[in-house]
């Protein structure tokens, strides 16, 4: 047994409400104590170094997690006369068990960490070299020749190759360990954790795909014709939209990003060294990547950004992680332990501040161009939505059947979502969702929901007074980061905007409302 595993609270000592507290305190200072050194190894990882000592780490989670004696405990004690707050870090301990009967079993983690360190050290070739990720996304954002788009395109089919037969097994062992645990199936256990179904997921990303059918056929016929295309290729897509939505990178030069951000924290009166999030530039698969490693004092991103307003966005969605992080990090250890939905929700409040035309003017844009990034901002979240859904329906078919041809139904989702062609070129496997983060996407599509119902409140509440305004820092941090999961996150959205999470939310038209 790891010496972490073995300093973990006896379950049979537990007899009474003092003692299950007892209990749940000492289990939560050795999870944090597992969780700052998990984190530090990502972190190390992912900035280049060697990461030693994750399977250690991760088999003393297992030993932890997987206890037989912690799950009878909580059966036990869950639906009893409890203080509030013991029963709710209680419940979400129950969570973590659950998750861990899949996520924390060796044969599991073994080989998702193997697959995830292959895509952390890939980088595509194009045109003869090995190109960074960030210059991958250049190319397929701005690049105006064409068969350059579609190699960039295509980079990463090697990888994808490489990893498709281990990234079926992973889903196959996934699905076997999740109906063991007495689910359905490994997506319905992942979503039911979040208090989600896939047929909610399902019918959220039909609503939109309807609600942003008008704009997206307009844009594809008006961009087609001004390319002077036949048709529209899947390369093409990215680059299409950035074009269409006219926003000159040179005004959003990425050097001033971490300025802007610190300008607009400190707007609101509060001090980002004070808040003491860190930001380390490397390039990572990812736009960026927010690393709690020990909330609320160390809280770290990685970003990887570009000139262009989609980096300032990302940079401003990665620190409303780090903000959520820090706020919610005076809670017990448990209570930190929040849904993805809901992280990538609060993130995103903060992304779209990005798009409010007082932020844009304060940076320095006229008001012309700031009406053109405004007006931007539906077509990005249609092709971001559509994108997205493809993802979406491909991993929710993928886990119905893993032995289909996962390329044709990668090409086919793709194809009904943005309209381009279908072009079955092995790509599926070659990043770090499908291994690493799985049954993951959907979040991005359901945080955009709880960023257009929160923005739309503080619209309500706060009129054309929401930028700089120490107020509403003060509601978003009560109603969302402060209580961390001590109320779980659609009764916090519930309580914010009066609405529970309803596609209704999004207007493709005016994201955020006439401004
Ligand atoms: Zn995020």
Not at 266 to 280: C, T, Y
Request: a negative charge; glycine letters at 8%; proline letters at 7%.
């Amino acid at each position: 047994m790891s010496v972490l595993a073995s300093r973990r609270p006896p379950a049979a000592g537990v007899h009474d409400e003092a003692s299950l507290s007892r209990f749940v305190t000492g289990l939560e200072v050795v999870l944090r104590e597992l969780s700052v050194k998990m984190a530090l190894v990502w972190w190390e990882r992912y900035t280049g170094g060697p990461g030693e000592g994750l399977d250690e780490l991760e088999r003393a989670r297992s030993e932890i997690l997987l206890d037989p004696s912690y799950d009878d405990l909580v059966r036990n004690w869950s639906g009893g006369r409890l203080d509030p707050l013991l029963a709710r870090r209680l419940a979400i301990l129950g969570d973590l068990i659950s998750e861990a009967r899949v996520s924390a079993v060796p044969e599991i983690y073994t080989l998702q960490n193997d697959i995830l360190r292959r895509v952390i050290v890939f980088r595509p070739v194009v045109r003869g070299g090995e190109i960074a990720n960030s210059e991958r996304v250049r190319i397929l954002r701005h690049e105006p020749d064409r068969a350059w788009r579609r190699e960039a395109w295509m980079s990463i089919a090697p990888l994808s190759m490489e990893l498709a037969k281990p990234t079926v097994e992973l889903i196959r062992r996934r699905n076997h360990l999740a109906r063991e645990a007495g689910a359905a199936g490994f997506v319905e256990l992942t979503l039911g954790l979040a208090s989600l179904t896939p047929a909610e997921v399902m019918e959220t990303v039909e609503r939109l795909e309807a609600a942003s059918a008008p704009l997206w056929a307009s844009f594809l016929e008006r961009s087609a014709a001004a390319e002077g295309l036949d048709a529209v290729e899947p390369w093409d897509v990215t680059y299409l939209v950035e074009k269409d939505a006219a926003i000159p990178t040179g005004v959003f030069p990425s050097e001033r990003i971490e300025p802007s951000l610190e300008a607009f924290v400190r707007a609101f009166g509060r001090d980002p060294v004070a808040i003491g999030i860190k930001i380390v530039r490397q390039d990572i698969p990812f736009g960026g990547l927010c690393v709690p490693i020990d909330p609320p004092t160390d809280v770290r991103i990685l970003a990887n950004p570009r000139d262009g307003h989609g980096s300032f966005s990302t940079l401003f969605h990665e620190y409303g992680h780090g903000l959520h992080a820090v706020f919610a990090g005076a809670n017990s250890r448990l209570l930190q332990e929040e849904p993805g939905v809901l992280a990538e929700g609060l993130a995103e409040v903060w992304g779209w501040f990005t798009f409010y035309p007082g932020w844009l003017r304060g940076l320095g844009l006229d008001e012309e161009l700031a009406a053109t990034v405004v007006r931007a901002q539906g077509l990005r979240l249609a092709a971001r939505h559509r994108t997205l859904s493809a993802d979406v329906a491909w991993e929710l078919s993928a886990y119905q059947d893993p032995y289909q041809d996962l390329t044709a139904l990668a090409a086919a989702t793709e194809s009904r979502f943005t309209l381009a062609a279908a072009r079955p070129v092995h790509r599926w496997a070659g990043g770090p969702f499908p291994s690493g983060y799985p049954m993951y996407k959907q979040n991005y599509i359901l945080a955009d929901l709880i960023a257009a119902a929160t923005h739309r409140t503080l619209a309500e509440d706060h009129g054309p007074d929401v930028l700089g305004n120490a107020q509403v820092w003060e509601a978003v941090s009560a109603a969302y980061w402060r209580p961390g999961a001590s109320i779980p996150w659609r009764e916090r959205l519930r309580r914010f905007t009066g609405r529970d999470l309803d596609a209704a939310a999004i207007d493709y038209g005016a994201p955020l409302g006439p401004r």
